[in-house]
């Protein structure tokens, strides 16, 4: 059985930093392009930035460009989001995804998920 966990949500204070954590057990992550999601209330679930299976990674969101940093550690099958200069736009539940080998913005493309970190953002 797979379980996607993540971890590192909180509140924040804009220009402040947070950094996710998502951990998967019953899996290989070696095969699998891992994504952050995240949605906001009233809004629908957008792709953050994913990385491939091959090590390549992509900011689906130009607006974290340059301040968000996704990374990944297939040893301990897991993957992180550092988030610097955060906003009060950033203020959602963030999601961790899996999908085999390359990285899709589009969230029904991804098989397994977690439950959501919430990142609270205060201005």
């Known amino acids: 059985q797979v379980q996607v966990v993540e971890s590192g949500g909180g509140l924040v204070q804009a220009g402040g930093s947070l950094r996710l954590s998502c951990t998967v057990s019953?899996?290989?992550?070696?095969?699998?392009?891992m994504a952050w999601f995240r949605q906001a209330p009233g809004k629908e679930r957008e792709g953050v930035s994913c990385?491939?299976?091959?090590?390549?990674?992509?900011d689906f969101e130009d607006s974290v460009k340059g301040r968000f940093t996704v990374s990944r550690d297939n040893a301990k099958n897991a993957l992180y989001l550092q988030m610097n200069s955060l906003k009060s736009e950033d203020t959602a539940m963030y999601y961790c995804?899996?999908?085999?080998?390359?990285?899709?913005?589009?969230?029904?493309?991804?098989?397994?998920w977690g439950q959501g970190t919430q990142v609270t953002v205060s201005s």
């Open positions: 995804a899996a999908r085999l080998r390359w990285c899709s913005p589009s969230y029904s493309t991804y098989r397994y």
């Open positions: 990385i491939a299976w091959s090590g390549g990674s992509i």
């Open positions: 019953g899996l290989g992550l070696d095969t699998y392009a």
